[in-house]
């Protein structure tokens, strides 16, 4: 079975640096690869997503993420973080791009910045 | 932008409670899903459906868990005798041709 791992259980960070979220997964072939952000009391909000191409791949927000199939990672970075970005991060990876492919989910990083 | 909605946002129940938790999908969209988080934990899939039937579901999803579509437009699931160890956030998500949509989540709280 697939699964997904998130190293890094808090970050802190000063606001205006760069950010990089790990994320490794396990699976047999590619899989499809989303990073998504809840903020407190909200849902899910999709950031990104890789399905095939280009393995470097550019989201909402000022994100972007590379999938490197050597390291089995899909890291999600952004130069210069905002006070807003404060949140926690998942990432997902699903076996298929059909309707009923579940996601599954790493354990989530929480992102915290400071002035 | 269409969006998933999830009604009630929060929900305190007594244990051994039934309880139904609602979610109106993007419409047109035709999969849908329920997913959970317990807090501080990492969202898990609970049950995903479609054609009216369920697709797939996980070990979590037992008897005392169902899902149905009454009508045209809501989703719901139903936790039958509620267990303190019920008490999570359950997001309900929607399959739109490429991503799946999240709703809000209810935080459902079981005493």
């Known amino acids: 079975a697939q699964s997904v791992t998130q190293p890094d259980i808090h970050i802190t960070v000063s606001e205006g640096a760069s950010l990089e979220l790990r994320c490794n997964y396990s699976?047999?072939?590619?899989?499809?690869l989303f990073w998504y952000v809840q903020s407190p009391g909200q849902g899910l909000q999709l950031l990104l997503k890789y399905f095939s191409g280009d393995t470097l791949v550019q989201g909402i927000k000022g994100f972007e993420a590379e999938f490197k199939r050597s390291q089995s990672s899909f890291n999600l970075r952004k130069p210069s973080v905002h006070w807003s970005d404060a949140a926690e991060y998942f990432c997902a990876v699903g076996l298929t791009n059909f309707g009923n492919e579940k996601l599954t989910f790493g354990t989530g990083t929480r992102l915290t910045i400071i002035p | 932008e269409p969006e998933v909605t999830q009604t009630p946002s929060h929900q305190v129940t007594q244990m051994g409670q039934e309880v139904i938790l609602r979610c109106v999908p993007i419409s047109n969209h035709l999969y849908f899903y329920w997913y959970r988080q317990i807090l501080g934990q990492k969202v898990e899939f609970l049950v995903s459906f479609y054609n009216n039937e369920i697709s797939e579901k996980s070990e979590i999803f037992d008897d005392q868990f169902s899902v149905e579509r009454p009508d045209g437009s809501n989703f719901t699931l139903k936790i039958r005798s509620t267990k303190l160890e019920d008490s999570a956030m359950y997001f309900c998500?929607?399959?739109?041709?490429?991503?799946?949509?999240f709703g809000p989540g209810t935080r459902l709280l079981v005493l």
């Open positions: 998500a929607c399959w739109g041709g490429e991503t799946q949509y």
């Open positions: 699976y047999g072939a590619t899989p499809y």
